[in-house]
């Protein structure tokens, strides 16, 4: 089973300021990996599929990186929106399914 | 306007059973995988079972495996699971998602049922 570690756990990050979170994989899972973010209260949104293509909607200031075992989130400029928690995802296709990452909070500094 | 909604969540007791539902509408529901995502109040996501369009693949994560059903009925866009042998550990948010170019790739989910197991 492949274990997708996330980290920090929380980022502290001031609003325009840019934030990067990782993501490593226990073995290579190519560029099948996914980002999500969670409001509270809400569920989870698709934000980046095949480690750096963004999803329908997804603003510019969100960017994807990585391959194999090691991935990054990058927030360019944050918005007062974009404080959230963050999943990484590794998925699967056949049978379908993914295993998530923990999670990295990111509040405002 | 793609939509997922669960329903069949509840309080039960450790040991017996419940069945989830998820209805879907505003796409092609037989073009598509589907998948069950929980999450523990403030805790992170949990994949835990998988089917595709045509129910010829199905997976199910270790911790429900014997135990959780998942099917779909594609005549009437709707997504099942049934759980079995409810344990403690199983109370959670369920959340139906809807799988895309890969199956386990989630890009649409619903709002979630909650599961409550406790006697």
């Known amino acids: 089973e492949i274990v997708m570690t996330q980290s920090p756990a929380t980022l502290s990050v001031s609003p325009g300021e840019r934030a990067s979170l990782s993501c490593r994989a226990s073995?290579?899972?190519?560029?099948?990996l996914a980002w999500y973010q969670q409001k509270p209260g809400q569920a989870p949104r698709l934000l980046i599929y095949g480690a750096s293509a963004r999803a329908t909607g997804i603003p510019a200031r969100f960017s994807g990186s990585g391959s194999g075992t090691e991935f990054t989130l990058t927030i360019s400029s944050l918005q007062s929106e974009d404080f959230a928690v963050y999943y990484c995802q590794h998925y699967n296709n056949w049978p379908p399914g993914g295993t998530f990452g923990q999670g990295t909070k990111l509040e405002i500094k | 306007e793609v939509q997922l909604v669960e329903s069949g969540g509840g309080l039960v007791q450790p040991g017996r059973s419940l069945r989830l539902s998820c209805a879907a509408s505003g796409f092609t529901f037989d073009d598509y995988a589907m998948n069950w995502v929980r999450q523990v109040p403030g805790k992170g996501l949990e994949w835990v079972s998988g089917i595709s369009w045509n129910t010829g693949s199905i997976g199910y994560a270790d911790s429900v495996k014997g135990r959780f059903t998942i099917s779909r009925d594609n005549a009437k866009n709707s997504l099942y699971l049934q759980m079995n042998s409810l344990r403690a550990e199983d109370t959670a948010l369920y959340y139906c998602a809807k799988g895309s170019v890969y199956g386990g790739l989630m890009d649409v989910w619903g709002q979630g049922t909650t599961v409550t197991v406790s006697s």
């Open positions: 073995q290579s899972v190519t560029t099948n």
